[in-house]
Nanobody, 119 residues
Framework: VQLQASGGGLVQAGGSLRVSCVAS????????MGWFRRAPGKEREFVAF????????YYASSVKGRFTISRDNAKNTVYLQMNSLKFEDTAVYYC?????????????WGQGTLVTVSS
């Protein structure tokens, strides 16, 4: 199983960025997906969740209204559109798969993609 995240980079505060994660080696359409992040010196934290059908989402309060999670089951890909980025959004973003995302766990983890927001 591989979860390959990409799309990170350097962006100014107030800007936007979209990160993607392509999954392989699993039945993507049967799995809930999500995003977590780990900021420097901090614990990994939940960011966003999307169910297998793509019709139910849930967000951490810190990103709600600014971030949007979506998925394309035909492309085995989950996205995280990040708008109005803040310095405190700087982190490595990881995609996750499995039924326990909303309790902070994942059956699989990707390698992460670094998002750096300059103030």
């Amino acid at each position: 199983v591989q979860l390959q995240a990409s799309g990170g980079g350097l962006v100014q505060a107030g800007g936007s960025l979209r990160v993607s994660c392509v999954a392989s080696g699993l039945t993507f359409s049967s799995l809930d997906m999500g995003w977590f992040r780990r900021a420097p010196g901090k614990e990994r934290e939940f960011v966003a969740f999307i169910n297998r059908g793509g019709d139910s989402t849930y967000y951490a309060s810190s990103v709600k209204g600014r971030f949007t999670i979506s998925r394309d089951n035909a492309k085995n890909t989950v996205y995280l559109q990040m708008n109005s980025l803040k310095f405190e959004d700087t982190a490595v973003y990881y995609c996750a798969a499995g039924p326990r995302i909303l309790i902070g766990r994942s059956d699989y983890w990707g390698q992460g993609t670094l998002v750096t927001v300059s103030s």
